[in-house]
């Protein structure tokens, strides 16, 4: 077993806590001291760390009801009530993953197995904690999608994987990261007061059939779907399916056939006579008169020498005035 593993099953760190411990020449196999990540720990092997011998532990997970009031915390200057109250000697030396404030209250998971803390806390993993949030004022979609798209605040850029409202007051937000005191933060910045902060899922474990200020003992099988389950993948915002067929009914159609008589004209305009330019439409009547043709017969254009087209007469002001011979009285004969 790597050294690294090792510690982390004894309940020193989480693996990558422990790599940090051995690089620091803190840890010595059978009166050596070693530095190397890659070092092998045999059964028989006595492990030293900070001057302290260390042996594995059996694996404990425990699942608690955290209530409002109690500290995540092994002990408290104040004097104040930490979630060790709740639990029975044997179970003191277990570390909680993850946190809850004073004033929240819910499902929280205490372990001597680092790695199960870093599945469980490191946002790269993946593990998802769902929060049930009542708030001071009426919700709406609106803040829920601000809350998604994320916000600066003091302790950094905090996000929502997913977040959707149960009832006016009451909403649902998931959390892969885990800034301190977040949702709290998130929804003050939008202008809200969280009366009441509850978490009820942690990976693929909720808090269901779980009394406040109770703890249950998880078994190797359940300890186990915390590994198994995949990291959960950011979903990607889609069009419906209605505005996809809408987009293609506007797509004009590709014609396979290059027969312009298969395809309707782009344009049109109106010539002489009143005809159009480019084959009728599909079902028109071909006796039927265009609205762009003309009431009257065109005229072709003047030339430039000022006179009339090829058989034309000008009419009124397209040309000068015709000159007619004055009438003249009766011819008187001849002498």
């Known amino acids: 077993m790597r050294l690294n593993r090792y510690l982390s099953q004894c309940g020193v760190a989480s693996r990558r806590g422990a790599e940090e411990i051995i690089l620091g020449g803190r840890v010595s196999i059978n009166g050596h001291i070693i530095k190397e990540l890659a070092t092998q720990v045999q059964p028989d092997d006595k492990v030293v760390v900070?001057?302290?011998?260390?042996?594995?532990?059996?694996?404990?997970?425990?699942?608690?009801?955290?209530?409002k009031g109690y500290l995540c915390s092994r002990g408290d200057t104040?004097?104040?009530?930490?979630?060790?109250?709740?639990?029975?000697?044997?179970?003191?030396?277990?570390?909680?993953v993850g946190r809850l404030d004073k004033e929240s209250e819910g499902l929280i998971l205490l372990?001597?197995?680092?790695?199960?803390?870093?599945?469980?806390?490191?946002?790269?993993?993946?593990?998802?904690k769902e929060y049930e949030v009542v708030v001071d004022q009426p919700l709406n979609a609106e803040v829920m999608a601000k809350l998604v798209k994320?916000?600066?605040?003091?302790?950094?850029?905090?996000?929502?994987?997913r977040a959707w409202v149960d009832t006016g007051y009451r909403?649902?937000?998931?959390?892969?990261?885990?800034?301190?005191?977040?949702?709290?933060?998130?929804?003050?910045?939008l202008g809200y007061e969280v009366t009441r902060l509850t978490r009820i899922r942690i990976g693929w474990m909720?808090?269901?059939?779980?009394?406040?200020?109770?703890?249950?003992?998880?078994?190797?099988?359940?300890?186990?779907?915390?590994?198994?389950?995949?990291?959960?993948?950011?979903?990607?915002?889609?069009?419906?399916?209605?505005?996809k067929e809408g987009d293609e009914e506007r797509r004009p159609a590709r014609s396979s056939t290059r027969d312009p008589e298969a395809r309707e004209p782009r344009s049109f305009k109106p010539t002489r006579g009143g005809k159009k330019s480019g084959p009728p439409r599909r079902g028109a009547a071909e006796d039927k008169p265009s609205r762009f043709k003309p009431k009257r017969d065109a005229f072709s254009p003047r030339s430039r020498s000022g006179e009339?087209?090829?058989?034309?007469?000008?009419?009124?002001?397209?040309?000068?005035?015709?000159?007619?011979?004055?009438?003249r009285g009766p011819r008187r004969p001849s002498k």
Request: glycine share 8%; hydrophobic share 30%; no cysteine.
């Open 171 to 189: 909403a649902h937000i998931v959390l892969k990261m885990g800034l301190k005191r977040q949702i709290r933060m998130m929804l003050y910045y």
């Open 206 to 243: 909720k808090l269901h059939g779980l009394a406040k200020g109770a703890y249950k003992e998880l078994t190797p099988t359940e300890v186990e779907r915390f590994f198994k389950e995949e990291p959960a993948k950011p979903r990607l915002e889609r069009k419906p399916a209605a505005e």
């Open 50 to 67: 900070d001057g302290s011998p260390v042996r594995t532990e059996t694996p404990v997970v425990l699942a608690l009801n955290k209530p």
């Open 111 to 128: 372990t001597n197995r680092g790695d199960l803390s870093h599945r469980i806390i490191h946002p790269s993993q993946g593990a998802e």
């Open 78 to 96: 104040h004097e104040r009530m930490t979630i060790y109250d709740l639990l029975p000697l044997k179970y003191q030396n277990l570390h909680h």
């Open 308 to 327: 009339a087209g090829r058989g034309e007469k000008p009419r009124g002001r397209s040309g000068p005035p015709v000159r007619r011979p004055a009438p």
């Open 150 to 161: 994320g916000m600066m605040t003091e302790e950094g850029f905090a996000r929502a994987e």
